[in-house]
């Protein structure tokens, strides 16, 4: 018996890489395959699991999965009540945001580490393409910085272009297993081309859009890092949306306006037209960013917000 993370998952067939740097193709043995029921997928990329491989080294069977430390999902269609487990084991979840080229709406960032925080997972922002800022958007981009960064979330300036600050991202994804997020056309395929360039993978994602529009689900895979470490793409993944959350608790995963929220009149504020709010009042103040604040009540409103 051998021990591996799986890379790579296509329907029922997994690739799994051993501590000895095999990659083994596997199938699931039979009885794993019944256990889950919640789930479309038993198996993700990112578990550890135990398999038994074949005579021939190359193909193998999982015999069982090791305890997850998370794992995040989305759901498996609009109509299925089923989930599909996206990734498992994740150490950070980093989001590409680019100011132009396309602009990364600030409610996309906000809920993407809504997630992140629902999930207790730590989130990163890497701000690419510096290279095509004018001194707008670099005001831009320094004002959203101070933002996030005074909240907690670290930010990283980035330019695959020109190549300045790639070592600060090689440096933050060493040794761990990161989850890369952000629109379509931020660069997500060019870095992880240029941190392992024995990748090559295709950059634009013509072939998302395509698997998109025809409904075909994609599966994301994992990267592994030269100078170690991790990185998972997920192609045709549009954000994770916002899911399973009760309406008055959307606040919480706002670190900055759960902690004032404490100062609110009402146990149950949502901040929102109640008398001595106390939120309402850092934003008035500016204590609180009125580009989050309106994140928040975007989220709140949102219909499409999956509420449990
Ligand atoms: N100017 C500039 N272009 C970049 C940079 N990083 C990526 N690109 C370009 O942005 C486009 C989209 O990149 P891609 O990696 O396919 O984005 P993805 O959709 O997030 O995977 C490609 O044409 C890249 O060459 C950068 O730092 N500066
Ligand atoms: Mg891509
Ligand atoms: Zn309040």
Redo the contacts with the bound molecule.
Sequence with gaps: METGIVIKSVGSRYKVLTGNDNIIDCVLRGRLREKEVQTTNPVAVGDNVTIDPGDDNNTGIITGILKRKNYILRKASNLSKQSQIIAANIDQLLL?ATII?PATPVEFIDRFLVTAEAYRIPARIIF?????YEEAELERMEYLISVYSQIGYICLR?????GTGLEEVALMMKDRVSLIS??????????L?ILNPRLNLK???IS?YHKQGKHITTFPEMHSLPFGGFAIDTPGLRGFGVVDMERNEIYHFFPEIFKVSKDCRFYNCLHLDEPECAVRQAVEQGAIDPLRYRSYLSILNDENTKYR
């Design positions: 590409i080229l690419n393409k510096t290279d095509l980035l330019s695959i272009e020109e952000g629109n379509s056309g931020v660069g997500k395929t060019t870095l081309n950059t634009a994602e998302d």
